[in-house]
């Protein structure tokens, strides 16, 4: 075996050294040099197989391959040889070095033109020179020449951002409508490698960029988006790095965090009509934004935070909020606003506004117009007052009301109504009271409230002050009080003047005054006839002086008027004696009444009463006589047999008037007139109904004694009755009627029992109209232009 192998070796030996001969000759002969021939480049990945090609077709048909030697970089010793020289080329001896090199290639012949030398799972020690020494017979030596070159991989792509950081993760967050910058750089690679960007399979940038900044071995490429589109939401992004056509991509992935803004913002109203205080339900919806949407509830300028009003419901990129609210008044033409906020996008906001238009009632308010103050309102200017009204829907009427009275339009009356607004022309003080406005819409009707109108004036006499009558006696004390209203009611100041009967309206002499607020004293006291008249009380204030002054008119005491109309009555009991009191005369009076009896006889029944200044006196003295305050008497237990006459006289401190008569009053019975009628229950008044018409004639008042029964007496009564009536029309004797005036005594004839009136009984008693006559007076007139001494 030992003896094969050296065998093989020398025998190898000799070739390399006859073919390094051969080749020397053959160099020297052929035109072509090796270190000349074109160079073919060969790119391999390490471990791949390649093959390097070899052209060993003879020039010329006739010739052969004699040998085919390959040589690497410099070396002299064939890489590898192919041995032809027996004649056939399919059964040349193939011959390699023993090194890892050697071991790993192998000449494939082929059709000549296709041969090449087949390196399999090359290296990085493989890549250098080949060359291809091809030997011919006859034809000169071919050289061929392959550059094995093997690809070198780039380093992992690195991702930078736009400020220099180096993305590890996830690329952003980058903001919808914004720009995105991205760099992707390697380092290393041969061939220089393409760095480019991809999305989908699709190619975003192929351009291989270069930076002064940055090492040649560094390859980078920069990536810009103009502007971010909802289309990047959830994209991922490829970086790709190949060196050469034979290098393999080395790919880098970055998913991107886009944030979206929202894209919608609806708002629901659960009714179609807002009402102030009711309750209604609002629901805000948004989509589109990435992270969800933060929903933000404005109404107007207020933030609703609420957690009882507001819930809301976030999903992946969608956010319901829902509200719950009763407006009022105030929220009409306010914007209800929906804001949609995307929380990590500064900026990203998207809003939905609705114009609330809230129904409600009117809200009122009185005021005065523009100009006017209140506190300068004077007694004769005019005035404005304005309803502001505040409603939705607007009003449709508005109506005043003074002192809660309907006021209408009166042009007349200086009440003038347009519209919202009440104008008076001229002040007066019946105008001061409260005023309110009530407006009326399709809500409902609202008052405001009152609005209180006062006004100054100058003074004047306090209601049913403005004149007095007050009788008075010579050398009598009185203290007039004279009151009076004004506003403003401080610094009032008063004066007093008389007007006597001869006309002249003169200041009072010696006389005391004394004057508080709105009153004022004056002690007064007459000596002479001259003193009584009218004196007159003057007040003023800031406003001015009063336009009437308050009266009191002066009258000299005298005896008081007789009563007047006087007449019987019978009441059940008794009879009764019933008055009108005339003029007291100007002081307190009561009333006397005296009953004076005459017997009959059969002639003229007279009755002589001599009067004097106490009364009346004659022959017969006062057989009953009675006091009241007022003039109403009963009478009791009269004697029958005579006739009687009833003086009623008025008394006050200043005499006795002239008496009021009732004559020939007769009585038919001896027993007590009280007793007979709680007995018998006859009255006179149902006497004379039985009795027929007596035309003028004087009637008896007849009283029917107790007998056998009702019915006779009855009868016996009415037989006397008729037949005294046609006595008394047989008769001659002349009636006295006198006139019923106030100079003359006032009587009722027998005739006039009757009364006009009914009266009752002390306990139920009721009273007839007092009648006050006045005695004409000559008042002369007040000079209203009297200067008057303003001083306290």
Same mark, same amino acid.
């Given at each position: ?111 000549? !033109? ?7 799972? %090359? ?20 050289? &061929?020449?392959?550059?094995?070159? /093997? ?42 490698? +393409? ?11 192929? %351009? ?44 880098? *992935? ?18 179609? =009509? ?60 306010? *914007? ?53 009204? =505040?409603?939705?829907?607007?009003? #449709? ?7 809660? =009275? ?5 042009? #007349? ?40 109108? !006062? ?16 009788? %008075? ?7 007039? *009080? ?90 059940? +009991?008794?009879?009764? %004696? ?37 009364? /009346? ?44 008569? /009732? ?9 007590? &007139? ?8 006859? &009255? ?28 006779? /007496? ?27 005036? &106030? ?23 009721? =009273? ?25």
């Amino acid at each position: 075996m030992r003896c094969v192998l050296k065998h093989v070796y020398l025998t190898g030996l000799l070739m390399v050294l006859r073919t390094r001969l051969m080749g020397a000759a053959a160099e020297e002969q052929s035109s072509e040099l090796p270190n000349k021939a074109p160079v073919k480049l060969i790119w391999a990945s390490e471990g791949d197989d390649v093959n390097l090609p070899c052209d060993i077709t003879p020039p010329t048909p006739q010739d052969m391959v004699s040998m085919v030697l390959w040589f690497k970089d410099n070396a002299e010793i064939p890489l590898y040889s192919l041995d032809a020289r027996n004649g056939s080329i399919a059964g040349a001896i193939h011959w390699a070095v023993s090194d890892d090199l050697g071991r790993r290639t192998y000449f494939q012949v082929g059709d000549g !033109h296709r041969a090449k030398l087949k390196v399999t799972k %090359v290296t990085l020690n493989d890549q250098g020179i080949f060359r291809c020494r091809v030997d011919f017979v006859n034809s000169p030596t071919r050289n &061929f020449r392959v550059n094995l070159t /093997l690809v070198e991989q780039p380093s992992k792509p690195v991702i930078y951002d736009a400020q220099g950081r180096e993305v590890t993760g996830v690329g952003g967050p980058f903001l919808e409508g914004y720009e995105v910058a991205l760099t992707c750089q390697v380092a290393g690679g041969r061939p220089r490698p +393409s760095v480019t960007w991809w999305k989908d399979g699709d190619l975003l940038d192929g %351009v291989v960029d270069t930076s002064p900044t940055v090492s040649n071995r560094f390859t980078l490429n920069y990536l810009y988006i103009h502007q971010v589109t909802k289309a990047l939401w959830g994209a991922k992004l490829e970086c790709r790095a190949q060196s050469g056509p034979m290098g393999k991509p080395i790919v880098r *992935e970055v998913p991107l965090d886009i944030y979206l803004k929202p894209a919608i913002v609806k708002i629901t109203l659960s009714k179609d =009509q807002i009402f102030a205080g009711r309750p209604i339900a609002a629901k805000c919806e948004t989509w589109g934004s990435s992270p969800a949407a933060k929903i933000v509830w404005k109404l107007g300028e207020h933030k609703i935070e609420d957690p009882n009003v507001v819930s809301t419901t976030q999903r992946a990129n969608s956010t319901v909020s829902n509200l719950a609210l009763a407006f009022n008044k105030d929220d009409d033409g306010k *914007e209800l606003i929906c804001r949609a906020e995307n929380p990590r996008f500064p900026g990203g906001v998207l809003e939905e506004i609705k114009v609330l238009s809230v129904s409600y009632a009117p809200v009122v308010v009185a005021r005065l117009a523009t100009g006017y103050v209140l506190d300068t309102l004077r007694e004769g200017d005019d005035l404005k007052l304005i309803c502001d009204v =505040q409603s939705h829907p607007p009003s #449709s009427r508005v109506i005043w009301y003074h002192n809660n =009275q309907r006021l209408e339009h009166n042009v #007349s009356a200086g009440i003038l109504l347009a519209s919202n607004s009440l104008t008076f022309r001229m002040l007066t003080l019946k105008h001061t009271g409260e005023y309110s406005c009530m407006a009326t819409n399709a809500v409902g009707e609202t008052h405001s409230a009152p609005l209180f109108i !006062h006004m100054k004036y100058a003074p004047r006499c306090k209601e049913g002050k403005d004149k007095r009558e007050i009788t %008075v006696a010579r050398h009598e004390k009185l203290l007039l *009080e004279c009151e009076v209203e004004a506003l403003p009611d401080d610094y009032v100041r008063f004066s007093w003047t008389y007007n006597g009967s001869i006309g002249d309206v003169l200041p009072i002499p010696n006389s005391r005054i004394e004057s508080k607020g709105l009153v004022s004293v004056l002690e007064y006291s007459p000596s002479a006839d001259f003193d009584y008249g009218t004196l007159a009380c003057w007040a003023s204030n800031s406003i001015g002086r009063q336009r009437s002054p308050c009266i009191f008119n002066i009258i000299p005491a005298k005896p008081p008027q007789s009563p007047l109309d006087c007449s019987l009555y019978n009441e059940s +009991s008794s009879l009764e %004696v019933n008055c009108i009191p005339g003029s007291d005369g100007g002081s307190p009076q009561h009333f006397v009444l005296e009953v004076r009896g005459f017997l009959r006889n059969s002639g003229i029944d007279t009755l002589q009463t001599p009067q004097n200044d106490q009364g /009346l006196v004659g022959e017969s003295s006062p057989i009953y006589q009675d006091m009241s305050p007022t003039p109403n008497f009963q009478l009791h237990d009269l004697e029958p047999g005579y006739d009687y006459t009833v003086y009623v006289y008025a008394v006050n401190g200043r005499g006795w008037s002239e008496p009021a008569l /009732l004559e020939h009053v007769r009585i038919a019975n001896s027993v007590g &007139f009280r007793k007979k009628l709680e007995k018998n229950g006859i &009255f006179l008044e149902d006497l004379k109904k039985a009795l027929p018409q007596a035309s003028s004639e004087n009637m008896i008042i007849a009283i029917a004694l107790t007998g056998i029964g009702a019915v006779a /007496l009855v009868l016996v009564g009415i037989g006397v009755i008729i037949g005294v009536a046609a006595c008394r029309k047989r008769s001659n004797t002349p009636i006295l009627d006198g006139p019923d005036d &106030f100079t003359t005594p006032t009587y009722i004839p027998a005739q006039r029992v009757e009364p006009r009136v009914r009266y009752s009984n002390e306990n139920r008693r009721s =009273q007839r109209a007092s009648l006050y006559v006045e005695e004409n007076r000559n008042e002369p007139d007040l000079l209203h232009q009297v200067e008057l001494d303003m001083r306290d």
